[in-house]
């Protein structure tokens, strides 16, 4: 909110709302294709055809004129490019396994599918099979492992 301040000043709340709207979806656009660049190096899958549901938003009347971004049944609507990044790879995967009838990613260490957390500021993958928590395998947004 404060980067959408910053750059535009005070505005109306109309022209607020449809600006952070755009925001996020511009941002889940580079999310997307960034997740489902790393499936196709990965896996060798592509992330499209009618059974996928791309990005879209709509308006919801209890939030008023702002925008919700949607991939699969996943949403996001905040301009925030790590809750943006960590939505749009879970939106992504439930696709690849839907889809494809595989998990995607998986584990090196575990051989266990990975899911989505936070640490730090960052989207990352994470390993449930260390007990206590797991552990993170990388950034969605790295193909480097950590």
Known sequence: ??????????????EFCELWTERTFSLARSAFRLVSASVEGEIGKRVDGEE?????????????????????????STPD??????????GVQEFVMGHYRMVWPV????????HVGY???AAVWKCKGEGSGGHVVRAIDSAVQL
Do not use: N
């Open 52 to 76: 996928f549901c791309y990005i879209d938003y709509f308006r919801d009347p209890e939030f008023g004129p702002v925008g919700v971004v949607r991939i699969k049944s996943t949403e996001v």
């Open 81 to 90: 490019w790590t809750d943006v990044l960590g939505v749009m790879a879970e």
């Open 1 to 14: 909110m404060s980067e959408l301040y910053g750059e535009f000043g005070g505005i109306p709340e109309r």
């Open 107 to 114: 584990c090196g260490q575990h051989g266990l599918g990975l």
């Open 119 to 121: 640490l730090q500021e």
